[in-house]
Nanobody
């Protein structure tokens, strides 16, 4: 089974930055579309950003221009660089492949002054 481990969350001030990481077990990482999701308190989990195996990216409108998704297939790693953070970015962030596999524990991002 694939294991996904997210890290890099924390407390940031509005306008600040954080970089999230996700490491996946297994040898087929490079073949999958990888995605970041987030779940804010009291809300459903939502898609944030996607990167294809060829490096093509897509973002939810609310983070476009502020967040950058990237991957390092040699390390089975997925990243999310988050700049110009806003309080509404506060959520638990998860990574997963497409189609989804087991969910990791996520990493908490809190944006507050």
């Amino acid at each position: 089974q694939v294991q996904l481990v997210e890290s890099g969350g924390g407390l940031a001030q509005p306008g600040g930055s954080l970089k999230l990481s996700c490491v996946a077990s297994g040898s087929s990482f490079r073949n999958y579309v990888m995605t970041w999701y987030r779940q804010a308190p009291g809300k459903q989990r939502e898609w944030v950003a996607t990167i294809s195996s060829a490096g093509r990216t897509n973002y939810i409108v609310s983070v476009k221009g502020r967040f950058t998704i990237s991957r390092d297939d040699a390390k089975n790693a997925l990243y999310l660089q988050m700049n110009s953070l806003k309080p509404e970015d506060t959520a638990v962030y998860y990574c997963n492949r497409v189609p989804n596999t087991n969910w990791g524990q996520g990493t908490q991002v809190t944006v507050s002054s």
